[in-house]
T-cell receptor
Framework: QQQVKQSPQSLIVQKGGISIINCAYE??????FPWYQQFPGKGPALLIA?????SEKKEGRFTISFNKSAKQFSLHIMDSQPGDSATYFC????????FGTGTRLTIIP | KAGVTQTPRYLIKTRGQQVTLSCSPI?????VSWYQQTPGQGLQFLFE???????NKGNFPGRFSGRQFSNSRSEMNVSTLELGDSALYLC??????????????FGEGSRLTVL
């Protein structure tokens, strides 16, 4: 019940395209859903987060879409850039964060 | 403002040995959490400390332990190392307890290789 399932494991997107990463959770008590971005050799850093009382949150080129009834949420990166190439982790929180297994995103020119 | 500092950054141990990893949180942060990162498993929660007390624990064997000092610095220890303990160990700090409500600030990790 504490699992967060993330897909795809890896993703290649052309520059300027839309990158989409999906996550699903089981525990309906989760009330905080952040996305973290990790570059090689660095620790993860918070990218954007959402609470279940809203269905979408947008910050610049990054958008979280949240579907409470389906227990799913996704990250959309618009106009993807080579600098967005990184590993992305979704997470869900209650008393602590449970992370997905990560998606390695590569943006090609 | 200095970030989360973890030492050592890299270390190699052999099976059966023990290891101690150190974490200095951001100044003013009182909560320190530890995560194990492995390929395919993502980040798995080890434990969280706040005000020198363990407040939350993940599903790891008793070989994994930790502590927090009065200055909020934290250490984690792994005894009787196994090959499967090879991983990147990440420390994260935040201002207060309840990690679901705030941003976790991660260090760059300590990469442990067990031979």
């Amino acid at each position: 019940q504490q699992q967060v399932k993330q897909s795809p494991q890896s993703l290649i997107v052309q520059k300027g395209g839309i990158s989409i990463i999906n996550c699903a959770y089981e525990n309906t008590a989760f009330d905080y859903f952040p996305w973290y971005q990790q570059f090689p050799g660095k620790g993860p850093a918070l990218l954007i987060a959402i609470r279940p009382d809203v269905s979408e949150k947008k910050e610049g080129r990054f958008t979280i879409s949240f579907n409470k009834s389906a227990k799913q949420f996704s990250l959309h990166i618009m106009d993807s850039q080579p600098g967005d190439s990184a590993t992305y982790f979704c997470a869900a929180g209650l008393t602590r964060l449970t992370f997905g297994t990560g998606t390695r995103l590569t943006i090609i020119p | 403002k200095a970030g989360v500092t973890q030492t050592p950054r890299y270390l190699i141990k052999t099976r059966g040995q023990q290891v101690t990893l150190s974490c200095s949180p951001i100044s003013g942060h009182r909560s320190v959490s530890w995560y194990q990162q492995t390929p395919g498993q993502g980040l798995q929660f080890l434990f969280e400390y706040f005000s020198e007390t363990q407040r939350n624990k993940g599903n790891f064997p008793g070989r994994f332990s930790g502590r927090q000092f009065s200055n909020s610095r934290s250490e984690m220890n792994v005894s009787t190392l196994e090959l499967g303990d090879s991983a990147l160990y990440l420390c994260a700090s935040q201002t207060q307890l309840a990690s679901n409500t705030g941003e976790l600030f991660f260090g760059e990790g300590s990469r442990l290789t067990v031979l």
